[in-house]
């Protein structure tokens, strides 16, 4: 495992943005499905001892994702995410929003904004997410996100090695 790639996570209450720059030891083509893959996706968008289920996904611009995110009792936290653009392996935006089971919204969201490069094998992953308010992204950090999404990124790291 490569442990000099790039992890960077800032916030910017002014912006109400959230920005992530990490680089994974793989091509560009394998860290792009494993961001657009419901299957993949399942397999680490969810922190240990957590984990994702995937109840549907159309992977096109505004189609849905809504999955669920289980906790270790078996609880089920759902979010919907409505995809608003997409260009094959460099870029795709979504909006990102908790809801319950029947698809009702929890509004306020965020608008997570994906770009993808790669170097040399090695490729760089850039997340900007803009929160709707204020209150929502303070939470969100509270809650320890940044240490769960970085728990998950180290998930899809193993991923990568054991298709390597």
């Not at 720059?21 to 922190?47: G, H, K, Y």
């Amino acid at each position: 495992m490569n442990n000099n790639l790039l992890f960077d996570f800032k916030v910017d209450k002014t912006k109400k943005t959230v920005t992530i720059t990490r680089e994974f030891n793989a091509e560009l083509s394998m860290v792009w499905q494993a961001f657009t893959d419901a299957e993949i996706l399942d397999q680490w968008n969810a922190p240990q001892p957590f984990r994702a289920r995937t109840k549907y996904q159309d992977f096109e611009v505004g189609g849905k994702r809504m999955y669920a995110m289980i906790s270790p009792e078996g609880l089920e936290r759902w979010i919907i995410q409505e995809y608003k653009s997409i260009t094959p392996k460099t870029h795709f935006s979504l909006f990102n929003c908790f809801a319950d089971e029947h698809e009702n919204l929890m509004l306020p969201g965020s608008d997570w904004d994906y770009s993808f490069h790669e170097n040399n094998g090695v490729t760089k992953v850039e997340i900007s997410i803009y929160n709707e308010s204020l209150e929502r992204m303070e939470l969100m950090i509270e809650m320890g996100f940044k240490e769960g999404y970085t728990v998950s990124l180290n998930q899809l790291d193993l991923i990568f090695e054991n298709q390597i």
